[in-house]
């Protein structure tokens, strides 16, 4: 048996105990070490998440270790033992997304943790496809790789190119991700926030040069001058929030980019005459690909991305249940908290 934590409904964590998952050929058991809180996870938990149900084991920024596994023939490369993370979007391999080598955006996805039962738990079983094996990162690092792949595929879904003007829109551990992922293609960053305390974090320990308080001046005529009057050539969205997005589009250089990492439910609106001038581009980004979490593994390990500048809070297993509420609620200061065993 195996100690599990559900979210039986919005603002109850209930701890159970469940039976250790059997494998069938081509899956791996994985015991978790470490599970990263994303905002998915929170609104979750407040109820704020669309289309979920409960109850529901949360949790999908997870490594661990390969504790057993029954692989395929066409399998290599795994051990016992192995230090692994896991990819969590489980798709189909047949729709027209994943036909076309865009597994993250399935028509039929099941993620980890919001469609499907995730890793709160002590073992999770997953197929042997999700699991990345790298024994030279910590469990820490490697519980990252997840959030930071979605700011490194936003970074390349803008196609980022060195020194454009790349405005991003919030610096949460998304927009920090996508701060470091825009910084190694060399770009200029602009950060847009109304937290001036992660304005200042996003000087100190990741030196962008310019940060704009949206709360405390115009940010277009600021960005306006920072470019001199060129506007920015990718806007990058990772608040979810709609009056930014809507009031993003006005940053946007001719020919610019404009990508949505942030969701949000309601409709967003622009000035059709405004966006078609600029000859500009909009487009969701989705999730990572197999190609983004190679990408942030070799970016962990070769330095140029830092788990300490993500992870600002731990708190056991055991404790996590009466303390979540209390992460929840505190934004301005949890930036990544790390779920340990």
Request: charged letters at 20%; one cysteine or more.
């Amino acid at each position: 048996m195996m100690k599990t934590l559900v979210c039986e409904e919005p603002l109850r964590f209930v701890y159970k105990e469940s039976v250790i998952p059997t494998l069938t050929e081509g899956e791996v058991l994985i015991r978790i070490k470490r599970i990263g809180i994303c905002g998915t996870d929170y609104h979750a938990y407040q109820g704020n998440q669309p289309f979920f149900q409960y109850p529901r084991v949360l949790g999908h920024e997870l490594s661990g270790v390969i504790d057993d596994f029954n692989l395929s023939e066409n399998a290599k490369g795994l051990k016992l033992g192995d230090k692994a993370c896991v990819l969590p979007y489980l798709y189909c391999g047949n729709c027209v997304a994943c036909r076309k080598g865009k597994p993250n955006c399935c028509t039929s996805i099941q993620v980890l943790g919001v469609h499907t039962d995730g890793g709160m738990c002590e073992y999770i079983k997953v197929p042997e496809q999700y699991v990345f094996v790298d024994n030279e990162l910590s469990f820490n690092e490697l519980a990252l790789v997840e959030p930071l792949a979605i700011g490194a595929h936003g970074v390349n879904n803008a196609n980022v190119k060195a020194d454009d003007y790349v405005a991003i829109i919030g610096s949460g551990p998304i927009g920090l991700a996508a701060i470091n992922f825009a910084q190694i293609k060399g770009a200029k960053i602009i950060v847009v926030d109304i937290n001036q305390e992660r304005l200042n974090l996003c000087k100190t320990k990741f030196n962008v040069e310019y940060t704009i308080n949206s709360l405390e001046e115009n940010t277009v005529e600021a960005i306006r001058r920072i470019t001199d009057g060129d506007m920015c050539d990718v806007v990058i969205d990772a608040t979810g929030n709609l009056k930014a997005i809507n009031s993003s589009f006005y940053y946007l250089a001719h020919t610019g980019k404009y990508i949505l990492i942030g969701l949000q439910k309601g409709e967003i609106s622009f000035s059709h005459p405004e966006f078609h001038k600029r000859e500009a581009t909009l487009m969701s980004s989705r999730n990572a690909l197999h190609s983004d979490f190679d990408f942030v593994l070799g970016s962990l390990k070769n330095g140029s991305v830092k788990a300490e500048n993500y992870i600002t809070h731990d708190v056991s297993f055991d404790d996590i249940a009466d303390k979540f509420d209390g992460l929840a609620k505190n934004p301005q200061k949890v930036i990544k908290a790390m779920i340990k065993f």
